[in-house]
């Protein structure tokens, strides 16, 4: 036995060391299973963060869902070191109580939004994922700001983004919402859904690949859980309808969880975000935003704030009637949004050590995946 030096508690050590075998299913691979030798605990054993319940926490090791609670500098819960769901981690089994989390290991993705109702913190929500499913319902969620918001932090995030429009059940012309979604998503792929009638949920399988790692975000109400239940082939999450007299979503899901489908892919089901508060800086704004970035490169001036500069070549395209004035709108909004954010973090300590090793990470991270 060996005393916590963290508050108290007692651990066991243990010379036995997990399968790497037994957790393949939980995406488990070479690169995690170096960043874990590299730590050369040997009394330690990896395993995966599973969920995530108003700040309890579970991880499985290969063996099954245990309870866990990490030690030090971790328990910051408003820190982005919080282990998130689909981290991996280095865990002291206790032979009773809760599993000790002693390490985080290095994210190769993180999907990371302002702290709800907090100005000054930020979440990750989803960590080491492959693909980002946004999903907006074909009736009165649908909403492309709102897409915008989401599309700004999942191409920071170092995942692949895909729209998923469901319920296209709800939609008199779900082809022409798809052209408007286009219009703002220039690049991701996006899939019309009908999830009961199981209308374009083949084209969801090139993302559902053994190891691979899903996530799911979007606002309640948009069949998030209906689609996880049928991914699963049985009823695992609680799903509800929205109401009748606004067409708003009810929230079902509460916790994050990250459930194992029988591909062998990792998919992780996340609560309806009723606000996506953004987190960055300002020029972050501009990887959701390519139509305006490429017109940004044809201004007079480097620094060009598309206001009331000569030669500015975004207020050109706006007088030609080439660049959408709401989409415009929005850009300004956003980039404004994320200014004052970033003068608000520009002292904090969680900002200044998390931005100057996040994009060096995920780089990093990218090459040794592709040997």
């Not at 030096?5 to 691979?29: A, F, K, M």
């Not at 579970?58 to 971790?74: C, I």
């Not at 985080?104 to 993180?110: D, E, G, H, I, K």
């Not at 009810?250 to 029988?262: A, D, E, F, G, Y």
Request: charged share 30%; proline share 5%.
């Amino acid at each position: 036995m060996v005393s916590d030096d963290h508050g108290g508690r007692v651990c066991s050590t243990h010379s036995e060391t997990t399968d790497p075998l037994n957790l393949i299913h939980l995406g488990y691979g070479p690169h995690f299973q170096r960043q874990f030798s590299d730590l050369d605990r040997p009394e330690l054993r990896p395993a995966r963060v599973i969920r995530e319940d108003r700040g309890r926490l579970q991880v499985d090791d290969g063996e099954g869902p245990r309870a866990a609670e990490p030690l030090g500098r971790l328990r910051r819960k408003d820190g982005l070191d919080w282990p998130a769901v689909g981290d991996w981690v280095a865990v002291d089994p206790l032979d009773d109580g809760p599993w000790l989390i002693h390490h985080v290991l290095p994210r190769t993705s993180a999907f990371i939004r302002g702290r709800a109702g907090r100005r000054d913190t930020s979440q990750c929500v989803a960590a080491n994922i492959d693909t980002l499913f946004i999903a907006m319902a074909l009736d009165g969620d649908f909403n492309l700001r709102r897409l915008e918001r989401y599309l700004v932090l999942s191409r920071r995030s170092g995942a692949e983004p895909v729209i998923l429009l469901t319920k296209a059940d709800r939609c008199l012309d779900p082809d022409s919402v798809r052209e408007q979604t286009r219009a703002v998503a220039t690049h991701e792929a996006i899939l019309v859904l009908c999830t009961p009638e199981q209308r374009g949920i083949d084209a969801l399988q090139p993302y559902l690949a053994q190891g691979s790692t899903i996530a799911i975000v979007g606002s309640s109400g948009v069949g998030k859980s209906t689609l996880v239940n049928h991914l699963l082939g049985q009823t695992t999450m609680a799903t509800a309808e929205i109401r009748e007299r606004d067409e708003k979503g009810r929230h079902t899901t509460r916790h994050r969880q990250l459930v194992s489908l029988p591909s062998g892919a990792s998919l992780i089901d996340t609560p309806g975000m009723r606000e996506l508060q953004m987190w960055g800086d300002e020029h972050d704004v501009t990887a959701g935003f390519d139509d305006i970035e490429q017109l940004a490169t044809q201004c007079r001036f480097g620094d060009c704030q598309h206001d009331r500069e000569p030669g500015c070549a975004v207020q050109a395209a706006l007088e030609e009637g080439t660049l959408d004035p709401p989409r415009f709108d929005s850009f300004t909004k956003l980039r404004t949004e994320m200014r004052r954010h970033a003068e608000r973090q520009g002292t904090t300590h969680e900002r200044r050590r998390y931005e100057r090793g996040f994009s060096k990470m995920i780089k990093q991270a990218k090459r040794l995946k592709r040997r």
